[in-house]
């Protein structure tokens, strides 16, 4: 079993609609709780980040951490053809060599359709 | 700014020839991680440079891979004798090592190597 589990999709939805994207996660050790976009042949970039349980909203886009479940979300409000990408969740622990180590989902190949 | 490069950013080669793939890091990121992207497997780490040392090579899946790091800056990714098994996306991403908060990781495009 992987650490993050993440639905590949691919998520087809047509403009305006409202988009939520999950993962779940094994290790309880994890701090910080990203989503990270990705363009087609480009590298991932980070959307946002949460740490520990809770919300967080910025503009159109809402990210929720429930670590008693191991679960986090993203929501997209409103959604647009320019939110077509993948979406891939990350989650992040502080190891022994004092760095935060990074482990990534699988991504969720989002659709939009005007 | 400028952001993180790689070269090539296309690879065709043929098994059992090797490769190298390079990675320009944001200038005064301190840590460098490499990654490999293929369908099916995500995105799986490699190594981690801190400044020109690899405290964390965990991710290397043989000891055909290695990877070197020179004036805490140019990051360059050996393959030996590739395998079609090789044939992925390789990423790079730099940070700034930042403590207390979230180190956020910057990527570079990536290379696509294709192993025939």
């Known amino acids: 079993q992987k650490e993050v589990e993440q639905d590949p999709g691919p998520l087809s939805v047509p403009e305006g609609a409202i988009v939520s994207l999950n993962c779940t996660y094994s290790n309880s050790a994890f701090q910080y709780f990203m989503w990270y976009r990705q363009y087609s042949r480009k590298g991932p970039e980070l959307l946002m980040y949460t740490y520990s349980s809770g919300n967080k909203e910025d503009g159109r886009f809402t990210a929720q951490v429930d670590k008693s479940s191991k679960y986090i979300s993203l929501f997209i409000r409103d959604s647009q053809p320019s939110d077509s990408a993948t979406y891939l969740c990350?989650?992040?622990?502080?190891?022994?060599?004092?760095?935060?180590?990074?482990?990534f989902g699988i991504g969720t190949k989002l659709q939009v359709i005007p | 700014g400028a952001g993180v490069s790689q070269s090539p950013s296309n690879k065709v080669t043929e098994k059992g020839k090797d490769v190298e793939l390079r990675c320009d890091p944001i200038?005064?990121?301190?840590?460098l991680y490499w990654y490999r992207q293929s369908l099916g497997q995500g995105l799986e780490f490699l190594i981690y440079f801190q400044g020109n040392s690899a405290p964390d090579k965990s991710g290397l899946p043989s000891d055909r891979f290695s990877a070197e790091r020179t004036g805490g800056s140019v990051s360059t990714l050996t393959i030996q004798r590739t395998q079609q098994e090789d044939s992925a996306v390789y990423l790079c991403?730099?940070?700034?090592?930042?403590?207390?908060?979230?180190?956020?990781?910057?990527f570079g495009p990536g290379t696509r190597l294709t192993v025939l």
């Open positions: 200038s005064g990121h301190t840590a």
């Open positions: 990350a989650m992040s622990v502080r190891v022994s060599g004092g760095y935060q180590k990074v482990t």
């Open positions: 991403a730099s940070s700034l090592e930042l403590a207390g908060t979230l180190d956020t990781q910057y």
